[in-house]
């Protein structure tokens, strides 16, 4: 059983459009996360939710924004899409009390051309 | 200057060999100490997790943590080629930090036959 799923695992697009990534777990958790990992794999938080409502966006474009239809969801669409966007986003999830434990998604590797 | 170092690498190591990968931390509000297995074109996976100072031992690894000096470690005995992978180390304040947790750059590992 898949623990964190998301959807695409690829994605390739130009510059300019707008795309949506989405998240899933099943492991009972109440935060979500999203991640962006360069290609130099520096893993940066973007931000996380708990129980639905946000808590950390960290200086992200307002080109990015998450959505969490309910705790087990957590999506990510992104307007305008630009070169320095390609990357790997990672979904992650974890409970709130131990949220240093965190559970990964396979990852989305996005290329914007 | 970053919150947390980590040891760039890459390290290339023989079948067997004792690894040691390592980081620093500047911000002394960090509490959990952990660390994250990546392999290629996969999502990081937690190993293991320290909170405050001290060792913790599980199998093979070692993690240990230095709040003197601001050090963290993990040690692989008897490395094997399926220890090939980045390995990123994190840190998070805990509740204090809204859970954040901040990741160190990964330090690529090769294990030789």
């Known amino acids: 059983d898949t623990a964190v799923s998301q959807t695409p695992k690829y994605l390739v697009t130009q510059m300019g459009n707008d795309k949506s990534i989405k998240c899933e777990q099943n492991l009972g958790h109440d935060t979500m996360y999203w991640y962006k990992q360069d290609s130099k794999k520096f893993l940066k938080i973007m931000f996380s939710y708990n129980n639905k409502e946000l808590i950390i966006n960290e200086t992200v474009p307002n080109r990015f924004s998450p959505k969490s239809p309910d705790k087990a969801h957590l999506n990510l669409h992104i307007n305008s899409l630009e070169l320095g966007d390609s990357a790997v986003y990672f979904c992650?999830?974890?409970?709130?009390?131990?949220?240093?434990?965190?559970?990964f998604g396979p990852g989305t590797r996005l290329t914007v051309l | 200057q970053k919150e947390v170092e980590q040891d760039p690498g890459p390290l290339s190591v023989p079948e067997g060999a004792i690894v040691s990968l390592n980081c620093t931390y500047s911000?002394?509000?960090?509490?959990?100490f952990m660390w994250y297995r990546q392999y290629s074109r996969k999502g990081p996976e937690l190993l293991m997790y320290?909170?405050?100072?001290g060792n913790k031992e599980d199998g093979r690894f070692t993690a240990q943590v230095d709040k003197s000096s601001k050090y963290i470690s993990l040690f692989i005995r008897d490395s094997q080629p399926s220890d090939s992978a980045t390995y990123l180390c994190?840190?998070?304040?805990?509740?204090?930090?809204?859970?954040?947790?901040?990741f160190g750059d990964g330090t690529t590992l090769t294990v030789k036959p």
């Open positions: 320290t909170y405050s100072s």
């Open positions: 992650a999830s974890s409970h709130w009390d131990r949220n240093n434990e965190q559970f």
């Open positions: 994190a840190m998070s304040a805990g509740y204090t930090n809204a859970g954040k947790s901040t």
């Open positions: 911000n002394s509000a960090f509490q959990y």
